[in-house]
């Protein structure tokens, strides 16, 4: 067998013990010719020497001298060397010979050397990343191999968290000092699956740098299969038939989201990136959280129904909380309070409610003011002109009730198109008008209850037919009714 040193520069090729090199002088049947002539006739006969070259035990064919195919190999072995660093290279095949003497030469260098040069390869002194018992990833040594590992771990802790961990390995302490505010402190740092190292002997092609075997073994490929959308396609199915979830399919192309199209022809992510290798990280944290206040309401029968008041303002409360976190390649898969001190304890925030009924005043929830019925006309652009209100129309009987305890301030026929109107001012900011009504049951001053009876549904004034036109003020500001009372 060949090998190829690099390094060497009076010698490129060793002998590994010796070149295997079977020579075996053919005594055919020219030879025993010779035996049977005479002396002077055996004078006159000239043989051929030619060598049979085998590849590991093949016949590739035969040439008329040696030095062809030591040259082939050498030129070969020049080859690698442009393309390689400092890597001791072999041949990994062996190379025999058989020699025979021959009265005519059977020898075909041109050919024998295009079929040798086919089959010969160079092979490297690599050291494998072994995982779970399988070769996965191939270095120039065990050092850039190891490098390697570190390089995930760093992805998820810094060097100086390393060394740390490190350093209380080699000189444990019984005991961890209390963590700092704000602290974090690893406390493992280890792969996923069992990890060991190998020697092998692999072509050069299959040797990667540390940064390529970081990146196969954290996205378990180097490449990324793609596909082209086509008619029909949405993203469930491109992922279902990949068989993806659509989470999964997501992750894999952060552009797109659930709502997404995808266009035909559209190029998509659809492999599934499972790494080899995940790194665990065993930490504790210190945080400092707030703590929620709470919220309260105190009533109050001495306060009018429908006001409120607060009493106290509520504020966070602050505690310092110790937790053990563990995560998998940056994700946090469990997280466990160790222990916590509080710093300060929240106030409540204190609301004093009203629950005293005064028959003048509302609570401010507005009733809805028909027997059912529904929204003929929204508030808002109508006819060219502002609708004030909300008409109601159709409802079981044409009863018009209060919508809150108030007093009456009008009641009676308007001119300016409402027909019979009543207004009911709830002592509270909020006034409601009552419009269109065929008869009125109430009279100014008088203090009305919430649900009460107050006239009848009807059409008088500017009215195309039997409703109820019902408007909200606040403060003299016309409110959208639906703000304040449901069906």
Same mark, same amino acid.
């Given at each position: 067998?060949?090998?190829?040193?690099?390094?060497?520069?009076?010698?490129?090729?060793?002998?590994?013990?010796?070149?295997?090199?079977?020579?075996?002088?053919?005594?055919?049947? /020219? #030879?025993?010719?010779? /035996?049977?002539?005479?002396?002077?006739?055996?004078?006159?006969?000239?043989?051929?020497?030619?060598?049979?070259?085998?590849?590991?035990?093949?016949?590739?064919?035969?040439?008329?001298?040696?030095?062809?195919?030591?040259?082939?190999?050498?030129?070969?072995?020049?080859?690698?060397?442009?393309?390689?660093?400092?890597?001791?290279?072999?041949?990994?095949?062996?190379?025999?010979?058989?020699?025979?003497?021959?009265?005519?030469?059977?020898?075909?260098?041109?050919?024998?050397?295009?079929?040798?040069?086919?089959?010969?390869?160079?092979?490297?002194?690599?050291?494998?990343?072994?995982?779970?018992?399988?070769?996965?990833?191939?270095?120039?040594?065990?050092?850039?191999?190891?490098?390697?590992?570190? $390089?995930?771990?760093?992805?998820?802790?810094?060097?100086?968290?390393?060394?740390?961990?490190?350093?209380?390995?080699?000189?444990?302490?019984?005991?961890?000092?209390?963590?700092?505010?704000?602290?974090?402190?690893?406390?493992?740092?280890?792969?996923?699956?069992?990890?060991?190292?190998?020697?092998?002997?692999?072509?050069?092609?299959?040797?990667?740098?540390?940064?390529?075997?970081?990146?196969?073994?954290?996205?378990?490929?180097?490449?990324?299969?793609?596909?082209?959308?086509?008619?029909?396609?949405?993203?469930?199915?491109?992922? =279902?038939?990949?068989?993806?979830?659509?989470?999964?399919?997501?992750?894999?192309?952060?552009?797109?989201?659930?709502?997404?199209?995808?266009?035909?022809?559209?190029?998509? =992510?659809?492999?599934?990136?499972?790494?080899?290798?995940?790194?665990?990280?065993?930490?504790?944290?210190?945080?400092?959280?707030?703590?929620?206040?709470?919220?309260?309401?105190?009533?109050?029968?001495?306060?009018?129904?429908?006001?409120?008041?607060?009493?106290?303002?509520?504020? =966070?409360?602050?505690? /310092?909380?110790?937790?053990?976190?563990?995560?998998?390649?940056?994700?946090?898969?469990?997280?466990?309070?160790?222990?916590?001190?509080?710093? #300060?304890?929240?106030?409540?925030?204190?609301?004093?409610?009203?629950?005293?009924?005064?028959?003048? $005043?509302?609570?401010?929830?507005?009733?809805?003011?028909?027997?059912?019925?529904?929204?003929?006309?929204?508030?808002?652009?109508?006819?060219?002109?502002?609708?004030?209100?909300?008409?109601?129309?159709?409802?079981?009987?044409?009863?018009?009730?209060?919508?809150?305890?108030?007093?009456?301030?009008?009641?009676?026929?308007?001119?300016?198109?409402?027909?019979?109107?009543?207004?009911?001012?709830?002592?509270?900011?909020? $006034?409601?008008?009552?419009?269109?009504?065929?008869?009125?049951?109430?009279?100014?001053?008088?203090?009305?209850?919430?649900?009460?009876?107050?006239?009848?549904?009807?059409?008088?004034?500017?009215?195309?037919?039997?409703?109820?036109?019902?408007?909200?003020?606040?403060?003299? #500001?016309?409110?959208?009714?639906?703000?304040?009372?449901?069906?």
């Amino acid at each position: 067998m060949l090998f190829f040193n690099k390094g060497s520069k009076s010698s490129k090729f060793v002998k590994k013990q010796s070149l295997k090199t079977a020579v075996m002088t053919a005594f055919t049947a /020219s #030879a025993l010719l010779i /035996s049977s002539v005479s002396a002077s006739a055996a004078g006159s006969i000239k043989l051929t020497t030619v060598y049979h070259v085998y590849h590991n035990q093949q016949y590739i064919g035969t040439v008329s001298n040696k030095e062809v195919v030591e040259k082939i190999v050498e030129e070969k072995a020049d080859q690698f060397q442009e393309s390689t660093k400092d890597l001791n290279l072999e041949f990994g095949s062996d190379i025999e010979y058989i020699k025979e003497q021959v009265f005519h030469s059977t020898a075909n260098d041109t050919k024998t050397i295009q079929d040798l040069e086919s089959v010969i390869q160079l092979q490297a002194e690599a050291s494998s990343i072994v995982i779970d018992g399988q070769a996965v990833a191939f270095l120039e040594n065990q050092e850039t191999a190891e490098d390697v590992i570190n $390089r995930l771990k760093l992805n998820y802790v810094t060097q100086a968290q390393l060394d740390e961990l490190e350093a209380r390995k080699s000189a444990p302490i019984t005991e961890l000092p209390a963590l700092k505010e704000n602290e974090t402190r690893i406390l493992d740092v280890r792969v996923s699956k069992n990890v060991s190292f190998d020697s092998e002997k692999v072509t050069p092609d299959k040797i990667m740098s540390a940064e390529e075997a970081a990146t196969f073994l954290q996205k378990g490929t180097l490449e990324e299969k793609k596909y082209a959308a086509q008619p029909g396609d949405v993203l469930g199915t491109i992922a =279902n038939n990949h068989g993806l979830t659509l989470a999964e399919f997501l992750a894999l192309n952060p552009g797109l989201t659930e709502g997404s199209v995808v266009n035909i022809g559209q190029e998509v =992510n659809v492999t599934a990136l499972k790494p080899y290798l995940e790194i665990i990280v065993e930490k504790e944290e210190n945080r400092k959280e707030a703590i929620p206040f709470a919220n309260q309401v105190v009533e109050d029968g001495n306060m009018p129904k429908g006001e409120t008041k607060v009493q106290q303002e509520g504020k =966070n409360g602050e505690r /310092s909380v110790n937790y053990r976190v563990s995560t998998q390649n940056g994700a946090t898969i469990s997280s466990v309070v160790t222990s916590e001190t509080v710093l #300060a304890e929240p106030v409540n925030h204190i609301v004093v409610k009203g629950t005293k009924v005064i028959p003048s $005043r509302g609570s401010g929830n507005l009733a809805w003011p028909t027997v059912g019925g529904y929204i003929s006309s929204q508030q808002g652009q109508r006819w060219g002109r502002a609708h004030k209100g909300i008409d109601i129309a159709r409802p079981s009987n044409r009863t018009i009730k209060a919508a809150d305890n108030g007093k009456v301030v009008s009641a009676g026929f308007d001119n300016g198109g409402y027909g019979n109107k009543i207004v009911i001012d709830h002592q509270n900011g909020l $006034r409601t008008v009552y419009a269109h009504l065929a008869s009125i049951n109430v009279s100014v001053g008088q203090t009305v209850s919430q649900g009460s009876a107050i006239g009848v549904m009807g059409s008088t004034g500017n009215s195309t037919g039997v409703h109820l036109h019902f408007e909200v003020y606040k403060n003299g #500001a016309l409110q959208n009714p639906l703000n304040y009372v449901h069906q």
